[in-house]
């Protein structure tokens, strides 16, 4: 197969809507038969990629590895580089994504993701798809004023994180609003400060008196009215968005380069990529990094107790279980550990409180590709045999809750990932060790990379160093998540307060808010009355600016 095709196409996980181009996949978001976007192939790495791209800066590096999916008939190259430049322009490390070593002995590693605007690694994302929103309106409008400018309206729901890295990702943005729901009072203070202390005119914070289900009710029935459809271009920000894992794959490659580059690797040793997961969009990046031929020995999926994929790759069983009374692995279920009302259990990384992952049924997709069809069938039937598969698993997750694959799949999934899954217990006793070891002394981890650092010091028990090297994906600044900081180290508030704590987070609460209410009772009709009244105040005003 060729990799450096002209003209990269993007196919649906469920077998439907063939032949789109990356605009039409990054505006959509969802295919129209439900499923997935995903690359009719996945780009194979140039000669000699290793030593042309080692010493690449994180910048430099994006364009190599974008440009394998993103043809420059659909964006020329120099505007590529540009929306990269400024994506990156708002990260405070130098090296956008710096690699630590945590662990010299066992040779652990941390990729620290958390160095944009918001302290979380979904910024590394949402930067680069809140550049391209804005690329492609703004191109569709060239010429164009007042009324006849397309203008797109995003649409979102959050528990926390995403809501914030989306909002940052899109403030200020041309031709873009941004609508974020979030439970009112029910995202922890510091999320709801970054979010609704965004000034911006096309940033807008819904507070929904619900729950977080309930705001991604509303999100659904938007997305499905005909009445906005019309009048509005609406579009998605959530983890299923191609744009998403493509700008994710970048920090693979700049985490191996930085790891060969050290002193401590050598050449016959192997890398294991450790990733904290909840929708699986992080360690998806890391699939298509391993498929173009980063050699990564395997993916290490670490899970909470939030555990569905953890289970899937012990059984072959994916199923929804709401869980109930202790885990094996001891501790927890006592007070102040509530079962969620949809069987989602809350946990100290609630990051990844997830009932089910969706970007799950991409990897489904290229697993029975593998498993189910070889070289001589033709490739289209392959991949419309592929789709037929995926679209029976979540037809059966759909209306049983859950499905079993095939001996060959799972043992295909077990090639290439291997899986851990981490109680809240061992989260907090891995942020007190690895505060105390001499190694890492005073390195604060935040629950979501404690999480991966836990499973990577498992993993090393199996795979042991030195010929193996564990890269442990750092997903959040710890000052987010400062409650089980302060459960872990509650000696260290002041060591927190001085050291830690970015100058970004010291006064934010007390900052000015711009934020809507949103009654239950007035459903999902009353969020559409908001966004369209919204939408044109601020229409009406670029009009008025304009003149
Ligand atoms: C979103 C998130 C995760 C989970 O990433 P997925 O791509 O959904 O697997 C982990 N940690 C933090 C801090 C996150 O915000």
């Known amino acids: 197969m060729s990799s450096h095709t002209a003209s990269q196409r993007y196919l649906s996980s ?9 605009e039409e996949v990054v505006l959509k978001g969802l295919a129209s038969d439900g499923g997935l976007f995903i690359p009719e192939e996945i780009p194979t790495l140039p000669d000699e990629w290793a030593s042309k791209w080692k010493d690449l800066s994180f910048q430099d590096l994006a364009f190599q590895i974008f440009s394998l999916y993103i043809s420059p008939a659909e964006i020329p190259s120099d505007d590529l580089r540009d929306i990269i430049r400024r994506s990156y322009s708002t990260f405070r490390a130098t090296d956008i994504t710096p690699t630590v070593t945590l662990d010299a002995k066992k040779n652990v590693h941390l990729l620290e993701l958390f160095h944009g605007p918001t302290f979380a690694f979904k910024d590394v994302a949402l930067q680069f798809l809140g550049n ?35 909002i940052y ?10 609508f974020i729901m979030h439970p ?6 510091i999320q709801e400060a970054q979010m609704t202390t965004v000034m911006d005119a096309n940033v807008h914070n819904l507070a929904v008196d619900g729950t977080f289900d309930d705001c991604q009710d509303f999100v659904k029935a938007l997305f499905a009215d005909p009445e906005i459809n019309k009048t509005h271009r609406l579009a998605a920000v959530n983890s299923i968005n191609w744009a998403r894992i493509l700008a994710q794959i970048t920090y693979f490659f ?18 294991r990529f450790v990733v904290p997961t909840g929708n699986f969009g992080d360690i998806l990046a890391g699939f298509f990094a391993k498929r173009m031929g980063l050699p990564a020995e395997k993916l290490v999926i670490a899970t909470n107790e939030n555990d569905i994929l953890h289970r899937f790759w012990e059984s072959g069983k994916y199923e929804k279980k709401p869980v109930h009374g202790k885990q094996a692995e001891g501790g927890i279920p006592e007070d102040g550990v509530k079962a969620h009302e949809s069987g989602v259990k809350e946990t100290l990384s609630p990051a990844m409180d997830i009932l089910v992952s969706s970007n799950f049924e991409r990897l489904l997709w290229f697993l029975s590709y593998d498993v189910y069809s070889t070289n001589s069938d033709a490739v289209s039937q392959r991949r419309s045999q592929a789709g037929d598969h995926v679209r029976g698993w979540l037809n059966d997750l759909k209306s049983n809750g859950g499905f079993t694959v095939d001996r060959q799949i799972l043992e295909a999934a077990q090639a290439d990932f291997a899986s851990y899954r981490v109680s809240d217990d061992e989260t907090i006793e891995t942020i007190k060790y690895v505060f105390a070891a001499e190694s890492s002394k005073g390195y604060v981890l935040d629950p979501h990379s ?14 042991k160093p030195p010929s193996t090297h564990h890269i442990a994906l750092a997903t959040a600044h ?7 900081v302060e459960l872990a180290l509650p000696e260290q508030k002041e060591y927190f307060q001085e050291k830690i704590l970015p100058a970004e987070f010291k006064g934010l609460e007390d900052k000015p808010r711009r934020v809507s209410l949103v009654q239950r009772s007035e459903g999902w009709q009353g969020v559409r009355k908001v966004v369209i009244e919204e939408v044109e105040a601020e229409r009406r005003a670029a009009e008025r600016g304009a003149h």
Do not use: C, M, Q
């Open 478 to 484: 710890p000052a987010k998540f400062a409650n089980a």
């Open 132 to 166: 391209l929103f804005e690329y492609f309106l703004v191109r569709k409008n060239e010429g164009k004023t007042g009324r006849e400018r397309e203008h797109l309206t995003v649409i979102g729901a959050t528990s926390g994180d995403t809501g914030s890295a989306a």
């Open 254 to 271: 700049h985490a191996y380069f930085a790891l060969i580059k050290n002193d401590a690797f050598f050449p016959a040793s192997a890398v």
């Open 184 to 189: 009112h009072g029910k995202v922890s203070p």
């Open 14 to 22: 469920r077998g439907g809507s063939y032949d789109f181009s990356f």
């Open 450 to 463: 404690a999480i991966g650092i836990a499973a990577a010091l498992r993993s090393a028990e199996v795979s």
């Open 169 to 178: 990702g899109l403030r200020g943005k041309k031709d873009v609003s941004v």
